[in-house]
């Protein structure tokens, strides 16, 4: 399933923002003890509540960040290729405030926190870039809450549509993602109201047949659901 990460896998890591400015010397600090491991659907890679024993980097397919509490459960987040989570987890040496589990076949790289930690220690370029992604995580979470917090339910699901519209390239049409009922439990609704939502967007320009999304009138989507750079990404 996986090992100590080869040296195919260090331009993957190298690439990313938070280890770009990091010198030679840190790198190969950072990714010596480092595994990489793939993972089929549905696998759960940490849970809240454990302590952050890896930095975690999606290096293919897609994760899901959820917590749950007194049997009720909710999505955080979705996390595609190239993206890193539980970063704070690790440099503050806390558990993990999520869970998080593979919805598609994926793999995994994962550096020991003690690594990170060190050479957040050592080496002003990477600590430089440790506060730059955890700025954006923290912007990132002020605009999830703005979202929730301002917008309807319909509203967020028109915005939710235009994002996902705008990373696929702007095709008129294309497939979710993710399960509905992943979809539903993000934007803070029910599956029934998801499904009224979509019904509901039909008058805004939006079609939805099973999984697939079509756009025949981009312009009237964009009136009704308004995005805002303050609040989308």
């Known amino acids: 399933m996986g090992g100590i990460v080869a040296s195919r896998h260090f331009d993957e890591i190298r690439s990313l923002p938070l280890f770009s400015a990091t010198n030679d010397e840190s790198f190969g600090a950072l990714v010596r003890g480092a595994y990489v491991q793939n993972f089929p659907p549905h696998t759960e890679l940490i849970s809240e509540g454990e302590p952050a024993d890896f930095l975690y980097i999606v290096a293919s397919g897609c994760v899901e960040l959820f917590s749950a509490w007194q049997g009720r459960e909710t999505s955080m987040a979705f ?3 190239n993206s890193t989570f ?12 999520m869970s998080a589990r593979t919805l598609q076949k994926s793999r995994a790289i994962m550096i020991p926190s003690e690594d990170i930690r060190r050479v957040f220690s050592s080496d002003p370029d990477f600590a430089r870039s440790i506060v730059s992604e955890l700025a954006g995580c923290y912007r990132a979470s002020v605009k999830d809450a703005k979202n929730v917090k ?9 915005n939710f549509i235009l994002r996902q519209h ?12 993710f399960e509905k009922r992943r979809i539903a439990s993000f934007l803070g609704m029910t599956p029934e109201n998801l499904s009224r939502a979509f019904s509901s967007l039909q008058g805004h320009g939006v079609e939805v047949k099973g999984e697939t999304i079509f756009i025949s009138n981009l312009e009237a989507l964009r009136a009704f659901a308004h995005p805002d750079p303050l609040i989308d990404s």
């Open 79 to 81: 996390l595609c290729s």
């Open 150 to 158: 301002l917008r309807t339910s319909l509203e967020r699901l028109a």
């Open 86 to 97: 539980i970063l704070a987890a690790t440099i503050k040496d806390r558990p993990y405030l």
């Open 166 to 177: 705008t990373q696929l390239g702007g095709p008129a049409q294309f497939d979710l993602k």
